[in-house]
């Protein structure tokens, strides 16, 4: 459930600081006016206005490893560069920090340890319970060389994974999609990701630039089209000859979301059971009733704003952070009532973060290195990761120095929790970053324990005449579609299609002398917007 009377909780921006950074906001904002008008989405349908590019998901979704597919990652942009060391505060160099901090510095009194080194202040003590039982862990110094103080650049830097001095228009998830999916010769039934507001955002841009996500500027856009499976009303129209012209353009313009049907689905068959409050709150709450009605999407950009803290800090910061952590616990709270906490994890980003010492505003400038947050049970326990900057030894212009860098957070992602080849990782990023130990495994982590016959079930029992006998449940009746494909996706033999009734089925699939070879194949089920996918071999 979401509280409305909360949902425009949104936060002015900071007191400007020099005409440097003015022309830094003119320049961001100009671009996402040209994205929101659609003259640069690369031929983008609309959304209410808003360019709109989605495609879609094939068969062989990260190789089915039995729960993977199942998987979602989702990022929290806290857009205006977001202050590291009053987040995950250095208690080791406690003197340090608080000198520097005399106005903005967060009191002794004011912080939960998380370990004898490291706090977190009282306002995001709603994160404690999941720092507890091993839901969350901070990656410490994350940056990169030669880091750009703009807001817009450095943004850019974030979202392609480039270089800081590599101008890349592709973001990484982008790149990861082309190289998941083929979205050319197979048509999609769900969107691969779904992005809300922030749309000067590059992270889902494919080499032309175009937006490979379903992207909204408002999540009551996504919330409409999710209730309704339409964004525009035909039926209260003028009665007059411009009602009939108006009628037309919005029914078109209705058809052209292909995939309102699948989210529409999701999210009538689906709940939230917490009380979410603020816009970060209201854009969880739809994620999660994605994410609880098998949507399918493996890929979320959500955001909120207000983090570029050059005046009255000690008054925003706290706000806003109390609102990322209570509503990041509710998120998690809510995907746990429905089964599906195991299968989401959640990541902070920012573009940078803030300086050591204070400003004369009360406030911090825009700094480099700042701690990364991850949350979500297949972490496998709480920690930090990496070597937290010192707080003596600062770069030329008083910046903390990056001690982990942003890019080896991505690889361990999308080896580790999205289950990417590793040569396939080093492609999407244009080189080879180490990885990091973050817990993450690439085996089947859902512990999600559905109401019974909730869900699509499959398994593969080898027969000792050489045929594979493939049992299937359907929760529901409906028309089915059972198929085995080759380890590049193309249909080998579809053994069902049509519409049957729930409950138990069975089918058989004797390998002839000539077809298929030896090798390894996979029985692909799915009805409506739910599919499942088992892996066996043929030994000849």
């Known amino acids: 459930m979401y509280n409305h009377d909360h949902k425009k909780n949104r936060y002015g921006s900071a007191r400007e600081h020099g005409d440097a950074h003015q022309q830094d906001h003119r320049r961001w904002s100009r671009r996402t006016f040209l994205k929101n008008l659609g003259l640069a989405t690369g031929g983008a349908t609309l959304l209410g206005g808003m360019p709109v590019k989605a495609l879609g998901i094939s068969p062989l979704t990260a190789l089915l490893a039995g729960g993977i597919e199942e998987r979602a990652l989702v990022i929290i942009r806290l857009a205006g560069g977001n202050d590291g060391l009053n987040t995950i505060v250095p208690l080791y160099d406690y003197s340090t920090y608080i000198n520097n901090r005399p106005t903005v510095g967060i009191p002794q009194n004011q912080l939960i340890s998380l370990n004898d080194s490291f706090a977190m202040p009282q306002f995001m003590e709603s994160l404690y319970p999941m720092w507890q039982e091993g839901q969350m862990k901070a990656v410490h110094g994350v940056g990169y060389p030669e880091q750009n103080l703009s807001h817009f650049r450095s943004s850019d830097i974030w979202d392609s994974a480039s270089d800081s001095g590599v101008v890349d228009d592709s973001g990484w998830l982008g790149r990861f999609i082309l190289n998941q999916y083929d979205i050319f010769n197979d048509p999609p039934s769900v969107p691969p990701a779904i992005q809300i507001g922030n749309y000067g955002s590059i992270l889902f841009n494919d080499e032309g630039g175009s937006s490979l996500s379903y992207a909204v500027t408002e999540p009551e856009e996504l919330e409409q089209l999710a209730q309704s499976g339409q964004l525009f009303d035909t039926a209260n129209l003028p009665d007059c000859h411009f009602g009939e012209q108006l009628g037309f353009v919005r029914t078109v313009t209705n058809n052209t979301f292909r995939y309102a049907e699948s989210i529409s689905n999701a999210y009538s068959s689906s709940s939230n059971i917490v009380e979410y409050e603020g816009d970060l709150g209201f854009q969880l709450s739809l994620v999660a009733r994605m ?40 998120f998690f709270d809510d995907l746990s009532a429905g089964g599906r906490a195991q299968d989401v994890l959640c990541m902070t980003i920012s573009e940078f973060g803030r300086r050591l010492d204070e ?30 900057p010192s707080l003596d030894t600062l770069d030329a212009a008083g910046n903390l120095i990056f001690t982990t860098d942003f890019r080896q957070v991505y690889a361990t992602l999308l080896e580790n929790w999205l289950c990417l080849d590793p040569v396939q990782v080093d492609e999407v990023l244009g080189n080879s970053f180490n990885r990091l130990n973050l817990g993450l495994d690439c085996i089947a982590t859902s512990t999600a324990s559905p109401a019974p016959g909730s869900r699509l079930e499959a398994k593969i029992l080898y027969q000792n005449d050489g045929s ?73």
Do not use: C, W
């Not at 991850?374 to 930090?384: E, H, R, S, T, V």
């Not at 000539?514 to 030994?539: E, H």
């Open 291 to 330: 994410v609880k009605g098998n949507l399918g999407t493996k890929l979320y950009l959500v955001s909120i704003g207000g983090f570029d803290t050059h005046a009255e800090q000690a008054d925003m910061h706290p706000l806003l952070m109390n609102e990322v952590a209570t509503q990041v616990k509710n």
């Open 359 to 388: 400003n004369g505003s009360s406030g911090t400038d825009h700094g480099a290195a700042a701690p990364m947050l991850l949350f979500g049970p297949g972490l496998n326990g709480n920690g930090f990761v990496g070597a937290h």
């Open 468 to 540: 594979i006998t493939i049992q299937y449940f359907l929760p529901e009746a409906g028309n089915v579609q059972l198929q085995v494909l080759d380890m590049m996706g193309r249909p080998v033999e579809t053994l069902a299609s049509g519409y049957q009734l729930s409950g138990s089925h069975q089918v058989v699939f004797r390998p002839s002398r000539r077809l298929p070879a030896s090798g390894m194949y996979v029985a692909y089920l799915r009805m409506g917007n739910q599919a499942v996918s088992k892996q066996f071999t043929i030994i000849r």
